[in-house]
């Protein structure tokens, strides 16, 4: 196989472009060449995707078996890329998202689940953010796969909606701040309850996954993450534990406790939110092809020492002012060495 990977030196796109040096593919890769070098066996080719003329030259290092698109953000110029593209490669892989729902993460969701509109030659400032509901990103990714579609049709084009993704190289933050804060030791507020079950994706599987598309040729949209009820919070906190060989005890905290307390879902205690649809998403479809899906104890096994997410681009911000404050402090389990440390919650994330 002859593999283009847009992208591909930072998290989801690096994986995949392991997974298919693994598998003995021929692996091209396009980006700016800002980020790390990649291994002798990639045919790197440096260029602008929002350049036109460089576009146009990777057209030359072709055919491929197919495109995986790992750094399409912007509809109009996914569309710009996968229509100079599709002379050259045969089928066309798009990295999106569950946020592309239109009830995320407000109710349970399907590939059936009404998506996001915006057309497929939409500029950057197209769609907006609702708090607790769509978001612009979600807006810009719905219109990137319907640029994809225009671009190689539905039957040459898959559409890959992962929710969360951890594993080795992730850059938001979300497993390393936990490994983190485990690492410290100590008593851990842990958010809501032990049983909530969660459904994050190795990045290792998602890459799996995609390689697979391409070899049996599947076509279509995907949700990509791990079976609902097949983990929980309190098995991903224990898996952490476990590989930072800490002491840290875990100290939960009723969702209600830590709503009334003003704590900020998702960004300031990474990974939880309570809505019903946040780990609802159904993946039968994606199941049915067969991935293979790892536990959250090897998920938590990161090849690096727990530390600060690597910078990037991408890598989302908080959508409100998070300065320490001290909310929880009243609650009658929250641990005595956190009440005398200024910030709170929020004081975990600087440990």
């Known amino acids: 196989m002859r593999l283009l990977v847009l992208g591909g030196t930072w998290f989801v796109g690096h994986a995949i472009v392991t997974a298919a040096i693994d598998a003995g593919w021929e692996v091209t890769t396009f980006n700016r060449g800002t980020s790390d070098p990649f291994l002798e066996a990639v045919r790197p080719i440096r260029g602008d995707r929002t350049s036109p003329e460089d576009v146009a030259a990777l057209v030359a290092a072709g055919?491929?078996?197919?495109?995986?698109?790992?750094?399409?953000?912007?509809?109009?110029?996914?569309?710009?890329?996968?229509?100079?593209?599709?002379?050259?490669?045969?089928?066309?892989?798009?990295?999106?998202?569950?946020?592309?729902?239109?009830?995320?993460?407000?109710?349970?969701?399907?590939e059936r689940s009404d998506v996001l509109y915006c057309p497929p030659d939409a500029g950057p400032d197209y769609g907006t953010d609702i708090e607790d509901g769509p978001t612009q990103y979600g807006y810009q990714k719905a219109g990137c796969e319907a640029a994809a579609v225009a671009a190689f049709g539905a039957d040459r084009t898959t559409i890959l909606r992962p929710g969360v993704v951890l594993g080795p190289r992730e850059y938001v933050g979300r497993l390393p701040w936990w490994l983190r804060r485990v690492a410290a030791g100590g008593d851990v507020l842990a958010p809501g309850s032990p049983d909530r079950t969660i459904q994050p994706v190795d990045v290792r599987d998602l890459a799996a996954f995609a390689l697979r598309t391409i070899t049996e040729g599947t076509s279509g949209a995907f949700?990509?993450?791990?079976?609902?009820?097949?983990?929980?919070?309190?098995?991903?906190?224990?898996?952490?534990?476990?590989?930072t060989r800490g002491d840290a005890s875990f100290d939960w905290v009723p969702d209600e406790?830590?709503?009334?307390?003003?704590?900020?879902?998702?960004?300031?205690?990474?990974?939880?939110?309570?809505?019903?649809?946040?780990?609802?998403?159904?993946?039968?479809?994606?199941?049915?092809?067969?991935?293979?899906?790892?536990?959250?104890?090897?998920?938590?096994?990161?090849p690096r020492p727990p530390g600060r997410a690597p910078d990037h681009r991408h890598r989302p911000r908080p959508n409100r002012d998070s300065r320490p404050q001290t909310r929880v402090s009243r609650w009658s389990k929250w641990p005595q060495w956190q009440k005398s440390r200024p910030g709170g919650v929020s004081a975990i994330a600087a440990i």
Request: proline share 7%; glycine share 6%; charged share 20%.
């Open 257 to 302: 406790v830590l709503l009334s307390h003003g704590v900020r879902q998702w960004s300031e205690l990474p990974l939880w939110r309570t809505f019903d649809g946040v780990w609802r998403v159904d993946t039968a479809r994606a199941q049915a092809a067969g991935p293979h899906r790892r536990r959250t104890a090897t998920v938590a096994r990161l």
């Open 63 to 110: 055919p491929w078996d197919a495109v995986v698109d790992t750094s399409g953000y912007v509809p109009r110029n996914v569309l710009d890329v996968a229509r100079t593209l599709d002379p050259v490669a045969d089928r066309y892989v798009f990295m999106s998202t569950v946020s592309v729902y239109r009830d995320w993460p407000l109710k349970p969701l399907s």
């Open 223 to 243: 949700n990509v993450c791990a079976p609902v009820d097949g983990a929980t919070f309190g098995g991903l906190l224990a898996d952490c534990a476990h590989a």
